[in-house]
């Protein structure tokens, strides 16, 4: 069953937009969905994009997968909220389970609570492909950030089966689970606990804003994917479509596992794996880029800041006698702003806090933040986390030019502060193999997919077996010259091909390289550059092109991986 939109009019002539459910074999699908109008999520255009939808299978199918997700966690103009083990990832879970049962996989939970779907039977001897991201958010993040990666493997997995493309090797397709680290503050969960980067016990005895612990939150999960039974049967759009068989068993496969445990042995499922991202920044929008390849993840990590202070009366107690934790934060903020300000290459932000007593009439007596601070070296953080926890266990106020003035000569006499690691991921440079691969993979594929379509993934033309011999001169040339990224710090390195670069963000893919796993990634456009905001965008034309990416990096990772290629990994920088 699919879900199809139909335009017509009522009875006073007003536009009336009709869905309609109807069965439609998988090989007439195409040209069926091409026959009508299809609704889009709010993010796209409803008539320039709905015309390409309409045009291009690949732009519709992912217009439709977006569609149908598009209403959970979604706060409107304050974003979406899908955090670790909540309803909406409920939601989530089922769903993804659903649509790949649907397409013959085999879906499985790790270890971990991260999903994964098989085509296929992997194994440390018979290794497959994997691909994928996360469907998790930051409070109120976009659209773009995690889902674009799952949605765009699957489509891209049809595009390439209805091209008559069989696999040779296992394929598998993730949803890592909690990469966001939204909820329990660690980012990247679920692939930090399945390489055992994050051990067993201390994972499950984080705790979130209310004081839920994640083996409570394990525990409670069941419940949750019972409400998605009930709502589905009340008309959960996003289920609609599936009967109530199919939910039952995409619910079996959408469980918590029943603690947290790495499981390294899993990984060796996969011989390359590739992630596909919205681009977290503007560098393709400077490049006139849709597409590029990742070259290497920036060292990154979190710190807990904790200031404690004294309560007291807002009113009756003098400035100067004051024992002020928020005071101290505030000063703390600013230092901080200072050190990434002076430092190469750097990023360093305080964007959570906590405040107690938190009224308004009092003085604040415990302030909680949290530090991300990252850089294109890892000691330029060391250095700058170094200097604030100097500056923290002093007056913090020499030489820093927050010497009090206008605040009442208060020193911050009687406050205290203790920083504290929460997590670190060194930089981590992507399989050189693989990056090179997908270099021709994606330049390879780029003027077919600049002109809109599907096409046949089956003989290649003259044409196109020329571009493959320069393309493979040039990326030997590329290789010998930086086999390794010397300078992590440099905006983009261009070849001849798709551009390569960085990132500062971290990703899951990033995790599995640190692990001494083969991994890759791939990035889309964003139109606006701004992450982790309702305001992130990507083009329906772009997302349609990093389909028709990923689906000939698939392909052509699946039949080197099938031959016995197996791409060394670069673990990350120690």
């Known amino acids: 069953m699919i879900s199809v939109y139909s335009k017509d009019t009522d009875a006073t002539g007003a536009a009336l937009l009709t869905r309609t459910q109807v069965r439609v074999p998988n090989a007439m699908l195409s040209r069926f969905e091409r026959s009508v109008t299809m609704e889009m999520p709010g993010f796209w255009d409803q008539e320039t994009d709905a015309s390409l939808a309409a045009r291009d299978e690949a732009a519709g199918r992912l217009a439709q997968l977006f569609r149908q997700l598009d209403d959970i966690g979604n706060n409107g103009a304050e974003g979406y909220s899908r955090f670790a083990w909540s309803d909406e990832e409920a939601v989530l879970r089922v769903w993804f389970a659903a649509q790949m049962q649907r397409r013959g996989f085999r879906v499985e939970v790790d270890a971990a609570g991260n999903q994964w779907a098989w085509l296929g039977e992997p194994s440390a001897e018979n290794p497959g492909v994997t691909v994928g991201s996360h469907m998790d958010s930051v409070p109120g993040g976009g659209a773009f950030d ?38 329990f ?129 807002a009113g009756s107690t003098p400035l100067d006698r004051r024992h002020d934790a928020m005071l101290a934060f505030a000063r703390f903020v600013q230092r901080v702003r200072e050190e990434a300000a002076a430092a190469p290459d750097a990023r360093a932000t305080v964007g959570r806090v906590e405040v107690e007593p938190n009224g308004v009439n009092v003085i604040a007596a415990h302030v909680t933040c949290w530090l991300d601070c990252r850089a294109a070296k890892a000691q330029t953080v060391a250095g700058m986390v170094n200097r604030l926890g100097a500056w923290l266990a002093s007056s913090g106020l020499e030489g820093s030019g927050l010497d009090g003035t206008g605040l009442g000569g208060n020193d911050l006499e009687g406050v205290t502060a203790t920083l504290t690691r929460e997590s670190w991921t060194e930089a981590t440079v992507f399989s050189p193999e693989l990056r090179d691969v997908l270099v021709q993979a994606v330049s390879a594929r780029g003027d077919d997919a600049a002109a809109g379509g599907a096409k046949s993934y089956g003989a290649q033309s003259a044409a196109e077996q020329s571009r493959e011999k320069k393309s493979a001169n040039s990326i030997a040339m590329h290789s010998a010259k930086d086999p390794v990224p010397a300078n992590l710090a440099a905006t983009h390195r261009i070849t001849e091909l798709a551009p390569v670069i960085g990132t500062a963000a971290g990703h899951d893919a990033g995790i599995l390289a640190e692990s001494g796993c083969a991994a890759g990634m791939l990035f889309v456009r964003n139109e606006t550059g701004a992450s982790h905001t309702p305001r992130e965008y990507a083009t329906l034309a772009d997302a349609t092109q990093g389909v028709y990416a990923y689906a000939a990096a698939i392909r052509d990772c699946a039949g080197r991986v099938a031959a016995g290629w197996r791409p060394r990994p670069v673990q990350s920088e120690r």
């Open 146 to 183: 995690g889902p674009l990666g799952v949605l765009s493997a699957i489509v891209a997995f049809d595009v390439l089966r209805e091209s008559g493309w069989v696999p040779r090797c296992p394929i598998g397709i993730a949803s890592f689970h909690d990469e966001e680290g939204a909820r």
């Open 185 to 313: 503050a660690v980012a990247c969960f679920g692939s930090r606990v399945l390489t055992g980067i994050l051990p067993a016990d201390r994972a499950l005895a984080r705790t979130d804003a209310d004081g839920v612990s994640v083996r409570e939150a394990l525990d409670g999960f069941a419940a949750k994917l019972e409400h998605v039974r009930e709502t589905q049967k009340a008309g959960l759009d996003c289920l609609s479509e599936f009967s109530e068989a199919g939910i039952d068993a995409a619910l079996a496969d959408s469980h918590a596992p029943k603690g947290q445990a790495a499981d390294l042995e899993y990984l060796k499922r996969s011989a390359a794996h590739i992630e596909l991202h919205v681009e977290q920044g503007c560098m393709q929008s400077d490049l006139g880029a849709p597409v590029a390849v990742a070259d290497a993840i920036w060292p990154h990590g979190r710190w807990r800041v904790d200031f404690e202070g004294e309560p007291n009366h």
